[in-house]
Nanobody
Framework: AQLVESGGGSVQTGGSLTLSCRVS????????MGWFRQVPGQEREGVAA???????EYRDSVKGRFTISQDNVARTAYLQMDALKTEDTAMYYC???????????????????WGQGTQVTVSS
């Protein structure tokens, strides 16, 4: 599978962005889609994940502000980000892993495919 993110940009505190991750090259089912972010010099951290059974998980710091979803027809996963904070500034990556992975959805281990990343910058 190939993943391509889009939708990043620069916004002010309190603003919103919607990230998209289009999946090609394979059937868009039986996967867990995850959104991760990374700041230079720090490890990549899980932000949100959507399993094939519809269950979601979110990082505590984004709960109530971020929403993960997907459109199977469009073969695209989304991350709606509202009430953005300066600490949300990072490179955001989408990842895909197969059902049955023993690792928690917000752990990057087990993800087989990654997009190239899209930058999100939040300024005060």
């Amino acid at each position: 599978a190939q993943l391509v993110e889009s939708g990043g940009g620069s916004v002010q505190t309190g603003g919103s962005l919607t990230l998209s991750c289009r999946v090609s090259g394979d059937e868009f089912k039986n996967y867990c889609m995850g959104w991760f972010r990374q700041v230079p010099g720090q490890e990549r951290e899980g932000v949100a994940a959507l399993s094939s059974d519809g269950s979601t998980e979110y990082r505590d710091s984004v709960k109530g502000r971020f929403t993960i979803s997907q459109d199977n027809v469009a073969r695209t996963a989304y991350l709606q980000m509202d009430a953005l904070k300066t600490e949300d500034t990072a490179m955001y990556y989408c990842g895909l892993k197969y059902d049955g992975s023993p690792y928690p959805p917000l752990t990057e281990i087990g993800y087989a495919y990654w997009g190239q990343g899209t930058q999100v910058t939040v300024s005060s």
